[in-house]
């Protein structure tokens, strides 16, 4: 889906301002857009807002949904394991330490920073609210548009200067500053990799405003850098690069060097960035007051982002939608290879037909023998393509029950036994919901003979809710032998 000559659309929409960017991952910048709405007037006023914007842009462009470090939680933690799948085993129990709410609340992802020499791995995590995203998720499908990944921004501004400045794995830790309207991210990369990031709630509208937002930047800049210095006993960059270059920005930076006893270096995100030069001078006038590196980076690097926030749920949704194209194409390249033999047979069968109704078919009787042999294949060929066509029922399965599901119910498991019986349980809000659901079962061209095995009711975050088991059969499933 990701791929060095891809098209990315990039949305950010926080604090009631969305932004938009479309770019390749080869670097080029092609559009960016900017409005602000009202957040206390609902999601619909986000969507409007959002669907004028994107008139220009490509719709068809990968999807990107960014999440920025104000909206979510970034922890360095070491887990005593170097395989994949048991670091996500670990991190879903620990997940819980590093947050106040419950797992079922929150979505979770990592990226690794490397293994030591006792074999842990050193991990960034990230926690976000699972609500913040599907409201934004929701804001993008009701404007149209299919989330195809949904990335940590500060790993994407980290990935995104590490190229730019050509940071190797051997150079000493950077420290970025990136200046927006209403925050600032103090970011470490290391390696070439996010290691720190802290969001500190004072932006470029705040020290213009008042004298008093440049005193509580410099607060919570010190804030950082001690944070930073305290794990481990990090050694703190000697010197920071800034995005921006615009002029708010560069009458405080002598103040901060003076303050906090390091060099603040502007090197504007635009300096590395591939585009139209009107497009370019765009960015640096009409936007100046808030930085665009956090869409713009997510647009550039999101096929290297390890970070990824998207919802399980959606997940299998993307895969089984992938895996039913594939399968579909698979079986039509079958298809098409079988047609395309059994025609170069029949081509054979006739010629040696038709030279045989010249007096010669006991002279050539072997050949009579061959053909017999290419119809056996023919044969074994339709035999494949039935099975090939049996091996869909899953599928087909999967999609029904995903169609018919409602958002209320959720399933934890389906199992499916040789003759065709198929079993799920999970959870809804209501009893009567569950009732309506084995009655739609029932109603499917695909399913008969739905029924409850059992029913139940617990309690779940505080809330009430039923738990059940239905069974039922697959129409034209095949009979036990």
């Known amino acids: 889906m990701f791929g060095a000559d891809k098209r990315y659309l990039s949305i950010s929409i926080n604090e009631g301002v969305i932004k938009v960017v479309q770019a390749?991952?080869?670097?080029?910048?092609?559009?960016?857009?900017?409005?602000?709405?009202?957040?206390?007037?609902?999601?619909?006023?986000a969507v409007l807002t959002l669907k004028s914007l994107l008139a220009p842009?490509?719709?068809?462009?990968?999807?990107?949904?960014?999440?920025?470090?104000?909206?979510?939680?970034?922890k360095n933690i070491e887990v005593p394991s170097i395989d994949p799948e048991e670091i996500k085993s670990i991190i879903n129990l620990q997940a819980s330490h590093h947050t106040p709410y419950?797992?079922?609340?929150?979505?979770?992802?990592?990226?690794?920073?490397?293994?030591?020499?006792?074999?842990?791995?050193?991990?960034?995590?990230?926690?976000?609210?699972?609500?913040?995203?599907?409201?934004?998720?929701?804001?993008?499908?009701?404007?149209?548009?299919?989330v195809d990944k949904i990335i940590f921004v500060p790993e994407a501004q980290a990935r995104f200067y590490s190229k730019a400045l050509n940071l190797k794995k051997e150079s000493p830790v950077c420290g970025i500053v990136d200046f927006s309207l209403n925050t600032t991210s103090y970011i470490i990369v290391s390696r070439g990799s996010l290691v720190f990031v802290r969001s500190i709630p004072v932006g470029i509208k705040n020290f213009i405003e008042s004298s008093e937002g440049l005193g509580k930047l410099q607060g919570e800049l010190k804030k950082s850098i001690d944070?930073?210095?305290?794990?481990?006993?990090?050694?703190?960059?000697?010197?920071?690069?800034?995005?921006?270059?615009?002029?708010?920005?560069?009458?405080?930076?002598?103040?901060?060097?003076?303050?906090?006893?390091?060099?603040?270096?502007?090197?504007?995100?635009?300096?590395?960035?591939?585009?139209?030069?009107?497009l370019r001078k765009?960015?640096?006038?009409?936007?100046?007051?808030?930085?665009?590196?956090?869409?713009?980076?997510?647009?550039?690097?999101?096929?290297?982002?390890?970070?990824?926030?998207?919802?399980?749920e959606m997940m299998l949704k993307k895969t089984v939608e992938r895996q039913s194209r594939e399968a579909t194409k698979a079986g039509v390249a079958a298809v098409f290879i079988m047609v395309l033999i059994g025609a170069m047979m029949m081509a054979n069968i006739y010629f040696k037909d038709a030279f045989l109704n010249k007096n010669l078919r006991e002279k050539f009787y072997s050949q009579r023998v061959q053909a017999q042999e290419l119809q056996e294949r023919m044969n074994q060929a339709k035999v494949v393509r039935g099975y090939i066509k049996d091996r869909m029922v899953t599928l087909d399965i999967i999609h029904e029950l995903y169609a018919m599901t409602p958002h209320t119910i959720y399933l934890n498991n389906v199992t499916m036994d040789e003759d065709g019986t198929v079993t799920i349980d999970g959870i809804s809000d209501s009893m009567s919901q569950v009732f309506s659901y084995v009655k739609a079962?029932?109603?499917?061209?695909?399913?008969?003979?739905?029924?409850?095995?059992?029913?139940?009711?617990?309690?779940?975050?505080?809330?009430?809710?039923a738990t059940f088991e239905i069974e039922f059969k697959v129409v034209n499933a095949k009979e036990p032998a």
């Open 24 to 45: 390749t991952s080869a670097g080029v910048l092609e559009r960016v857009a900017r409005a602000s709405f009202d957040p206390t007037a609902g999601a619909s006023q």
């Open 57 to 74: 842009f490509d719709r068809k462009a990968s999807v990107i949904c960014t999440i920025p470090a104000n909206a979510a939680t970034a």
């Open 102 to 146: 419950s797992k079922e609340e929150v979505l979770i992802s990592f990226m690794s920073l490397g293994v030591n020499a006792v074999n842990n791995t050193r991990l960034l995590l990230v926690i976000v609210h699972r609500d913040m995203v599907k409201e934004r998720i929701s804001v993008l499908e009701k404007a149209g548009l299919a």
């Open 227 to 278: 944070s930073f210095a305290q794990e481990e006993g990090n050694d703190i960059p000697h010197s920071y690069v800034v995005t921006t270059d615009v002029e708010a920005v560069r009458s405080i930076l002598p103040a901060l060097k003076e303050n906090l006893g390091s060099e603040f270096l502007p090197n504007a995100f635009i300096n590395f960035v591939k585009g139209p030069k009107a």
């Open 282 to 312: 765009k960015l640096q006038s009409d936007f100046g007051d808030d930085s665009f590196l956090d869409v713009m980076a997510c647009a550039l690097t999101g096929n290297k982002c390890e970070v990824n926030l998207m919802p399980e």
């Open 441 to 465: 079962l029932d109603d499917s061209a695909m399913f008969q003979e739905a029924k409850t095995k059992s029913t139940s009711t617990k309690k779940d975050n505080g809330k009430d809710v």
